[in-house]
C-alpha cells in the first residue's frame, strides 16, 4: 500500500535570473491574448514541489521508496532538489526531528543514493558516500531502522514567482496572468505546506503587509499574507473578512506578488475531448491527426501505428497541391485564371460557336468545364498533352460550363498540359518542387507518382509523408492570410482575391450525380471550388465553411477561415491509408471530421480546442500517441475492407475470395472482379461503408455492434 503523505514541501531551485515585473493592468483578457508571447511576465525562480512520506523504522529499501514515488507517477529528489543550497545546508522543509535519519534521492554521479537530512554529527544535506558506498547493508536490507524510512517524491509542479510590491492588479488578473502561460495560482498547500502561521514558500517576504492569491479554498478564501503584518505569515484574510470584498479588490492593497504553478496537465487540458474522442475511433486506425495555424502545430495526435515520416499515396488530396500550381501561375501572370485554354494550346478550337472555346483555367479548377472524365488520366504511358486531346474529343456538356460541378480527373489534366505548355517545362515534379514545394520549405524530391513520374495525375498522383504535407498546408494557410502582394510563402494573386476569394462556397454539383448518389450522400450538402470541397449548410453548426480535399483511402486536409466568432484561421490534416473499394476511407474520413445531419463532428471539437489553446500564449504543442489502438475485423472483412487493385489493369481478387468462402451475402459478390463495380454502384459502395465501418463484422457481412479492440493501449502520452 502507498503511504500517505504527511508533509509536503517546497524546494528553491533556481531556474533563471531574478526578475520582477508588474501585473498587466486591467485591460481584459481577450485584449491580452492578442498581444505578443514577450508581452508576458517573464519567469522568475521556481520552486519544486515535494511530498514526504513514510517514518522511522519503516522497513523499506532504497528500491521500495522509488517505486512508490513511481506508483504515484512521480519520482525521488536529485540531491539539488533537496538541497538547493548544497553539501550543510538544510534540507527542503528544514531538519528533521530525529537523532539519525538519511533520505533517499536520485544516484549522484558517484554512486551515493542517500542524503542526511537529521541530527546526526557532521550536519545536514551530507550525503552517505562521505561515509561509505550505498550498495548492502541497511540501505538494501528489508528490515526497519530509526535511521530511515523518510522519503521525498518530486510532484512534477512549480512554483514560479513574478511581483513588484504596490501593483494594482485583482484576483481574477493575476489568475489570468498565470493561465496565458499555461499556468495556474498555487493552493493554500502548496505556497504554506505547514499550513497556517508557517512560513511560505520562499519565506517571508520584506514589506509590512503583501497578499498573494491561491486557488479558492472551501470557505472562499484567495489570499494569502506572506508579509509582515502582525499576526504573521501564511495567515488568510477569511479569519477577518470575505476575500470579495471591497478591501481586498481594492487597488491601494498591499499586493501585486503572485505565483504561479507550472502543471504539465494545463497544457494538455485543451485537448482531452479531441484525444478521447479519436481513440474512440478505431475503426479508422492507424491515422494520425494534425492540427495547426499560421504559427505551426498545436496538436499531434496518433491512433495506431502509424509513421508520419513514411510516404504513402493520398490519390485525390493531390487536388490541393495541384491548386496551389496554378495558383501561383496566376499570381505572375504566367497563367492567369481567367485564360481561356484555346489561346494557350494550338489545337483548341477559339470558334465562338463551339462551347469547348469558352472554357477557362478557372473553369477547370472549379471543376465546371463541361468536360467528363476519361480513363487516360490513369494511363502511365501518356502525355499529358496527349490525354487532353482525347479528353477534348469526347461530348462537351455546355449548358453545366460554369455553373456546376463534375467531380473527375479530366479538369486537372487539362489544366496540367496548359502548365506545361506556358512553362516550357517537361516534367510536372520538378516544376511543382520549384513553384510550390522549395517555396513551403519541403526538401527536393519526387512526390508526384501515380500513374507514373512522366505522367503523374494532378488530381490524385501524390505520394508524400504526413510530415511534409503538413509542411505544404500550413504555408498553403500562411499564404491565405498573406499581406504581401502576391502572398507568401506560396504565390497567391489577385485571380484568387490574393487568397481572400479562396474562401467561401463553391458551384452546386450536377443534379445528376445527386440522382446517382441518392440522399445518403447528402451531395446537396456540398459546393465545390478551387480543388476543394465545401459545406453548403451549417449541418455541424460551423460559423463558415469549412474547405477540404478529401482523398479516396481517407486523406482528408481541411482549412478553417478566420471567423469573428472563431478567431484566427486553422489547418487540419487526417492522414490514414483507408479502404480503397468504393472510396469507402474518403467516407469514413470525412463522417469522422464534419460530422452528419445534426450530429457533430471533430471540427467541432477542434474549433473549442484550438480556442482554448490559445489562451495559452507559452503552450507547447500538444502530443499524444496511442500505438497500441487496433480495430479487429474478421478475415473476410479484412480482405475486402484492405483490397487494393492492381491500378494499371484494374484487376483484383480479394473480393472474389472473400465471397468465394461462403460467409459473405453482399451485393459486392454478385460481380466481384469489376472495378467499377465496386466504385460506382452506390448500394454497393453503401455496403462496404458499413463492412469497413465497424471493428466486428459477424456471418453475412453484417456489421454488429460489438467494438471489439486490442487489449488496454499502453498509452503513451506526450505533452511538452
Same mark, same amino acid.
Given at each position: 500500500?502507498?503511504?500517505?503523505?504527511?508533509?509536503?514541501?517546497?524546494?528553491?531551485?533556481?531556474?533563471?535570473?531574478?526578475?520582477?515585473?508588474?501585473?498587466?493592468?486591467?485591460?481584459?483578457?481577450?485584449?491580452?491574448?492578442?498581444?505578443?508571447?514577450?508581452?508576458?511576465?517573464?519567469?522568475?525562480?521556481?520552486?519544486?514541489?515535494?511530498?514526504?512520506?513514510?517514518?522511522?523504522? #519503516?522497513?523499506?529499501?532504497?528500491?521500495?521508496?522509488?517505486?512508490?514515488?513511481?506508483?504515484?507517477?512521480?519520482?525521488?529528489?536529485?540531491?539539488?532538489?533537496?538541497?538547493?543550497?548544497?553539501?550543510?545546508?538544510?534540507?527542503?522543509?528544514?531538519?528533521?526531528?530525529?537523532?539519525?535519519?538519511?533520505?533517499? &534521492?536520485?544516484?549522484?554521479?558517484?554512486?551515493?543514493?542517500?542524503?542526511?537530512?537529521?541530527?546526526?554529527?557532521?550536519?545536514?544535506?551530507?550525503? +552517505?558516500?562521505?561515509?561509505?558506498?550505498?550498495?548492502?547493508?541497511?540501505?538494501?536490507?528489508?528490515?526497519?531502522?530509526?535511521?530511515?524510512?523518510?522519503?521525498?517524491?518530486?510532484?512534477?509542479?512549480?512554483?514560479?514567482?513574478?511581483?513588484?510590491?504596490?501593483?494594482?492588479?485583482?484576483?481574477?488578473?493575476?489568475?489570468?496572468?498565470?493561465?496565458?502561460?499555461?499556468?495556474?495560482?498555487?493552493?493554500?498547500?502548496?505556497?504554506?505546506?505547514?499550513?497556517?502561521?508557517?512560513?511560505?514558500?520562499?519565506?517571508?517576504?520584506?514589506?509590512?503587509?503583501? @497578499?498573494?492569491? &491561491?486557488?479558492?479554498?472551501?470557505?472562499?478564501?484567495?489570499?494569502?499574507?506572506?508579509?509582515?503584518?502582525?499576526?504573521?505569515?501564511?495567515?488568510?484574510?477569511?479569519?477577518?473578512?470575505?476575500?470579495?470584498?471591497?478591501?481586498?479588490?481594492?487597488?491601494?492593497?498591499?499586493?501585486?506578488?503572485?505565483?504561479?504553478?507550472?502543471?504539465?496537465?494545463?497544457?494538455?487540458?485543451?485537448?482531452?475531448?479531441?484525444?478521447?474522442?479519436?481513440?474512440?475511433?478505431?475503426?479508422?486506425?492507424?491515422?494520425?491527426?494534425?492540427?495547426?495555424?499560421?504559427?505551426?502545430?498545436?496538436?499531434?495526435?496518433?491512433?495506431?501505428?502509424?509513421?508520419?515520416?513514411?510516404?504513402?499515396?493520398?490519390? $485525390?488530396?493531390?487536388?490541393?497541391?495541384?491548386?496551389?500550381?496554378?495558383?501561383?501561375?496566376?499570381?505572375?501572370? !504566367?497563367?492567369?485564371?481567367?485564360?481561356?485554354?484555346?489561346?494557350?494550346?494550338?489545337?483548341? !478550337?477559339?470558334?465562338?460557336?463551339?462551347?469547348?472555346?469558352?472554357?477557362?483555367?478557372?473553369?477547370?479548377?472549379?471543376?465546371?468545364?463541361?468536360?467528363?472524365?476519361?480513363?487516360?488520366?490513369?494511363?502511365?504511358?501518356?502525355?499529358?498533352?496527349?490525354?487532353?486531346?482525347?479528353?477534348?474529343?469526347? $461530348?462537351?456538356?455546355?449548358? $453545366?460550363?460554369?455553373?456546376?460541378?463534375?467531380?473527375?480527373?479530366?479538369?486537372?489534366?487539362?489544366?496540367?498540359?496548359?502548365?506545361?505548355?506556358?512553362?516550357? *517545362?517537361?516534367?510536372?515534379?520538378?516544376?511543382?518542387?520549384?513553384?510550390?514545394?522549395?517555396?513551403?520549405?519541403?526538401?527536393?524530391?519526387?512526390?508526384?507518382?501515380?500513374?507514373?513520374?512522366?505522367?503523374?495525375?494532378?488530381?490524385?498522383?501524390?505520394? &508524400?509523408?504526413?510530415?511534409?504535407?503538413? !509542411?505544404?498546408?500550413?504555408?498553403?494557410?500562411?499564404?491565405?492570410?498573406?499581406?504581401?502582394?502576391?502572398?507568401?510563402?506560396?504565390?497567391?494573386?489577385?485571380?484568387?482575391?490574393?487568397?481572400?476569394?479562396?474562401?467561401?462556397?463553391?458551384?452546386?454539383?450536377?443534379?445528376?450525380?445527386?440522382?446517382?448518389?441518392?440522399?445518403?450522400?447528402?451531395?446537396?450538402?456540398?459546393?465545390?471550388?478551387?480543388?476543394? @470541397?465545401?459545406?453548403?449548410?451549417?449541418?455541424?453548426? +460551423?460559423?463558415?465553411?469549412?474547405?477540404?480535399?478529401?482523398?479516396?483511402?481517407?486523406?482528408?486536409?481541411?482549412?478553417?477561415?478566420?471567423?469573428?466568432? #472563431?478567431?484566427?484561421?486553422?489547418?487540419?490534416?487526417? $492522414?490514414?491509408?483507408?479502404?480503397?473499394?468504393?472510396?469507402?476511407?474518403?467516407?469514413?474520413?470525412?463522417?469522422?471530421?464534419?460530422?452528419?445531419?445534426?450530429?457533430?463532428?471533430?471540427?467541432?471539437?477542434?474549433?473549442?480546442?484550438?480556442?482554448?489553446?490559445?489562451?495559452?500564449?507559452?503552450?507547447?504543442?500538444?502530443?499524444?500517441?496511442?500505438? #497500441?489502438?487496433?480495430?479487429?475485423?474478421?478475415?473476410?472483412?479484412?480482405?475486402?475492407?484492405?483490397?487494393?487493385?492492381?491500378?494499371?489493369?484494374?484487376?483484383?481478387?480479394?473480393?472474389?475470395?472473400?465471397?468465394?468462402?461462403?460467409?459473405?451475402?453482399?451485393?459486392?459478390?454478385?460481380?466481384?472482379?469489376?472495378?467499377?463495380?465496386?466504385?460506382?454502384?452506390?448500394?454497393?459502395?453503401?455496403?462496404?461503408?458499413? +463492412?469497413?465501418?465497424?471493428?466486428?463484422?459477424?456471418?453475412?457481412?453484417?456489421?454488429?455492434?460489438?467494438?471489439? *479492440?486490442?487489449?488496454?493501449?499502453?498509452?503513451?502520452?506526450?505533452?511538452?
Amino acid at each position: 500500500m502507498v503511504a500517505i503523505p504527511t508533509l509536503v514541501f517546497i524546494v528553491f531551485l533556481l531556474a533563471g535570473a531574478l526578475d520582477f515585473s508588474p501585473v498587466v493592468g486591467k485591460e481584459s483578457l481577450n485584449r491580452r491574448l492578442a498581444t505578443s508571447v514577450s508581452a508576458s511576465i517573464p519567469e522568475t525562480p521556481a520552486w519544486v514541489v515535494v511530498a514526504y512520506y513514510g517514518q522511522a523504522n #519503516d522497513a523499506k529499501r532504497w528500491i521500495d521508496m522509488s517505486n512508490e514515488c513511481q506508483v504515484l507517477n512521480r519520482r525521488l529528489p536529485t540531491f539539488e532538489e533537496l538541497c538547493p543550497r548544497g553539501e550543510g545546508s538544510s534540507p527542503v522543509g528544514g531538519q528533521w526531528h530525529e537523532a539519525d535519519m538519511w533520505a533517499p &534521492i536520485q544516484p549522484q554521479p558517484n554512486g551515493n543514493k542517500w542524503v542526511q537530512i537529521g541530527g546526526r554529527e557532521g550536519g545536514t544535506c551530507n550525503p +552517505l558516500s562521505t561515509y561509505h558506498g550505498s550498495a548492502g547493508g541497511w540501505m538494501e536490507s528489508t528490515q526497519g531502522s530509526p535511521h530511515k524510512g523518510v522519503f521525498g517524491c518530486v510532484t512534477g509542479s512549480s512554483i514560479v514567482f513574478h511581483d513588484k510590491a504596490k501593483d494594482t492588479g485583482s484576483w481574477m488578473e493575476m489568475s489570468d496572468e498565470c493561465l496565458v502561460q499555461a499556468k495556474r495560482l498555487p493552493t493554500f498547500e502548496e505556497l504554506c505546506p505547514r499550513g497556517g502561521g508557517s512560513l511560505p514558500v520562499g519565506g517571508q517576504r520584506g514589506e509590512a503587509e503583501m @497578499w498573494v492569491p &491561491i486557488q479558492p479554498q472551501l470557505d472562499g478564501n484567495k489570499w494569502v499574507q506572506i508579509g509582515g503584518q502582525e499576526r504573521g505569515t501564511c495567515i488568510p484574510p477569511s479569519t477577518n473578512h470575505a476575500s470579495a470584498d471591497d478591501e481586498m479588490e481594492s487597488t491601494q492593497r498591499g499586493k501585486g506578488v503572485f505565483g504561479c504553478v507550472h502543471d504539465s496537465n494545463l497544457a494538455a487540458q485543451p485537448w482531452d475531448k479531441l484525444e478521447e474522442a479519436l481513440i474512440g475511433l478505431k475503426h479508422l486506425a492507424p491515422f494520425n491527426l494534425l492540427v495547426g495555424d499560421e504559427g505551426g502545430v498545436l496538436a499531434n495526435i496518433t491512433i495506431g501505428a502509424w509513421s508520419s515520416s513514411q510516404k504513402v499515396p493520398i490519390w $485525390s488530396a493531390s487536388k490541393l497541391a495541384t491548386g496551389a500550381l496554378l495558383f501561383s501561375l496566376d499570381a505572375d501572370d !504566367t497563367l492567369p485564371l481567367d485564360a481561356k485554354v484555346s489561346d494557350h494550346l494550338s489545337w483548341w !478550337t477559339s470558334s465562338e460557336d463551339d462551347s469547348r472555346s469558352r472554357v477557362t483555367i478557372r473553369h477547370l479548377l472549379n471543376f465546371a468545364s463541361g468536360f467528363g472524365d476519361h480513363m487516360c488520366t490513369f494511363s502511365a504511358s501518356t502525355t499529358f498533352d496527349a490525354c487532353s486531346r482525347q479528353i477534348y474529343q469526347q $461530348s462537351h456538356d455546355q449548358e $453545366s460550363l460554369g455553373k456546376t460541378a463534375d467531380y473527375n480527373e479530366a479538369h486537372l489534366q487539362i489544366a496540367q498540359a496548359v502548365a506545361m505548355q506556358v512553362t516550357g *517545362a517537361t516534367n510536372w515534379n520538378e516544376l511543382w518542387w520549384q513553384r510550390v514545394g522549395k517555396r513551403a520549405g519541403l526538401p527536393h524530391d519526387t512526390y508526384w507518382v501515380f500513374p507514373s513520374e512522366e505522367h503523374p495525375a494532378g488530381g490524385g498522383g501524390m505520394m &508524400i509523408s504526413s510530415v511534409d504535407y503538413a !509542411t505544404f498546408l500550413r504555408a498553403f494557410q500562411q499564404s491565405l492570410h498573406s499581406a504581401s502582394r502576391p502572398t507568401a510563402p506560396l504565390q497567391i494573386g489577385k485571380g484568387v482575391g490574393y487568397g481572400a476569394a479562396f474562401w467561401g462556397l463553391g458551384l452546386p454539383f450536377q443534379s445528376t450525380e445527386q440522382d446517382m448518389c441518392g440522399a445518403d450522400c447528402e451531395w446537396q450538402e456540398d459546393t465545390y471550388a478551387y480543388t476543394s @470541397w465545401r459545406i453548403r449548410s451549417a449541418r455541424a453548426g +460551423l460559423a463558415a465553411p469549412m474547405v477540404n480535399c478529401m482523398g479516396c483511402q481517407g486523406w482528408w486536409p481541411g482549412l478553417f477561415p478566420t471567423t469573428e466568432a #472563431d478567431g484566427a484561421g486553422w489547418w487540419a490534416q487526417l $492522414s490514414r491509408e483507408g479502404p480503397f473499394l468504393g472510396c469507402v476511407g474518403a467516407h469514413s474520413s470525412d463522417l469522422a471530421m464534419q460530422g452528419h445531419a445534426n450530429a457533430e463532428g471533430l471540427v467541432d471539437t477542434i474549433i473549442e480546442a484550438v480556442a482554448r489553446h490559445r489562451k495559452f500564449l507559452v503552450a507547447a504543442p500538444f502530443e499524444a500517441v496511442h500505438a #497500441d489502438v487496433a480495430c479487429r475485423r474478421s478475415h473476410v472483412a479484412t480482405q475486402i475492407c484492405d483490397c487494393m487493385p492492381n491500378l494499371e489493369t484494374f484487376d483484383f481478387d480479394c473480393v472474389d475470395l472473400a465471397c468465394s468462402q461462403g460467409e459473405m451475402d453482399l451485393l459486392a459478390c454478385k460481380d466481384p472482379r469489376n472495378f467499377w463495380h465496386m466504385m460506382k454502384n452506390q448500394s454497393v459502395k453503401l455496403e462496404l461503408r458499413a +463492412l469497413c465501418s465497424s471493428c466486428e463484422v459477424g456471418h453475412g457481412g453484417r456489421a454488429t455492434n460489438t467494438a471489439v *479492440a486490442a487489449s488496454v493501449p499502453q498509452q503513451k502520452r506526450l505533452v511538452r
